[in-house]
């Protein structure tokens, strides 16, 4: 039967994981900016845009789910604006809602930047660890969000 591990062992796994996802997000990111020029913010907005239905997003919940404060996230839209990856569109429902909607040339730098993604997460996640380690991971990661996740007010 395995034993407890003790506080330093305990303490060491943690740092390994976080060593370990700040080493693999850090080379992910360097090759997104490298190839096509997106800083990680700007890359996150792109990916939730192009899997959003009408590849669209009202700016405030796209804010919220990109963890972006109002300000970060203005700035950000505002680059993607120039950039013309983007366009707000106002809500012909509602007034105070404002979409952000991704442009034609948005959408293939989203795709292509997406399956850039994926590329190298096969090479940098799934091939040192294979199929099982890396669904296993996710698994994981997936539950400790669940139980520490932001919690509703």
């Known amino acids: 039967m395995p034993t407890e591990p003790d506080d330093d062992e305990i303490v060491t796994w943690w740092g390994l994981v976080i060593e370990g996802y700040l080493a693999t997000q850090d080379r992910l990111m360097g090759e997104i900016a490298e190839r096509f020029g997106l800083a990680p913010a700007s890359f996150d907005i792109l990916i939730r845009l192009v899997r959003s239905p009408g590849r669209r997003m009202p700016m405030t919940r796209l804010a919220r789910e990109a963890a972006l404060s109002s300000g970060g996230f203005t700035k950000v839209a505002d ?17 105070r809602v404002t979409y952000a909607c991704l442009t034609e040339h948005g959408r293939q730098v989203a795709e292509d930047a997406r399956k850039a993604c994926a590329d190298i997460l096969r090479r940098t996640v799934l091939e040192p660890l294979g199929p099982d380690a890396s669904e296993a991971l996710a698994e994981a990661m997936r539950t400790l969000r669940a139980v520490n996740g932001r919690q509703s007010s």
Do not use: F, K
Not at 79 to 95: C, F, G, H, M, N
């Open 79 to 95: 680059r993607l604006v120039a950039a013309e990856l983007i366009r707000r569109v106002p809500s012909p429902e509602d007034r």
